[in-house]
């Protein structure tokens, strides 16, 4: 009876604290929560490509100082003059981008010759990236070239980007880049 009242259109319902629903023909069932029905919501960007698709990103947690905010649901924002709500498959799985439990948040450092890699703090790990860095550029910078022109270049260090760069990584990387002359780089943003 549910069925064919629902087809015609011309049920009723009412909601008891419980969460229990009636019909108007008297029959009862619960109504289950949506996911996002408590959450705060955090319009956001889509990292993975240069469409740059906008997001709504649903939190759980409500900011108290004793709760971990936990993201349970990412969906394409309907205001987005760019994507209108949608998202393609990528973009999609963006959850899993963020709580994946085989996302790497630490420093893993692989030694020359080693064949496994060991995890590293940061207070180690920046001073030797530092290091290294000015090293090389040490022995690779080029203030002229062969004859005699200014190019302060460098082009025995690389850098590379990911997917996952924001707009803002990568013009930190950008002004990193021409801080230091490096030539050789690549990255979805095309700076
Ligand atoms: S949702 Fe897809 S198309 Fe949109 S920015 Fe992300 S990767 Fe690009």
Redesign the pocket.
């Known amino acids: 009876m549910l069925r064919s009242a629902l087809a015609a259109g011309v049920v009723e319902t009412t909601t008891s604290a419980s969460g229990k629903a009636a019909t108007s023909s008297g029959e009862t069932g619960t109504i289950k929560e949506l996911k996002i029905a408590r959450t705060t919501q955090t319009h956001s960007i ?1 990292p ?2 240069a ?3 906008s997001v709504t990103i649903h939190t759980i947690g409500d900011k108290a100082h004793n709760v971990k905010p936990a993201v349970v649901h990412i969906e394409g924002d309907p205001a987005s003059p760019i ?1 209108r709500g949608t ?2 498959p ?2 999609v799985g963006l959850k899993e981008f963020v709580t994946s439990d085989q996302r790497v948040t630490r420093v893993l450092h692989r030694a020359p010759g080693a064949a496994t890699w060991k995890e590293m703090t940061w207070d180690e790990a920046v001073p030797r990236m530092a290091r290294l860095i000015k090293d090389s550029r040490d022995r690779g910078f080029e203030e002229k070239d062969a004859q005699g022109r200014t190019v302060n270049r460098l082009s025995n260090t690389a850098l590379i980007g990911g997917c996952t760069d924001t707009n803002e990584v990568n013009f930190l990387l950008g002004r990193f880049r021409f801080g230091l002359g490096i030539l050789p780089y690549e990255n979805q943003a095309r700076l």
């Open positions: 889509c993975y490509c469409v740059g698709c994507n998202l393609c990528k973009g």
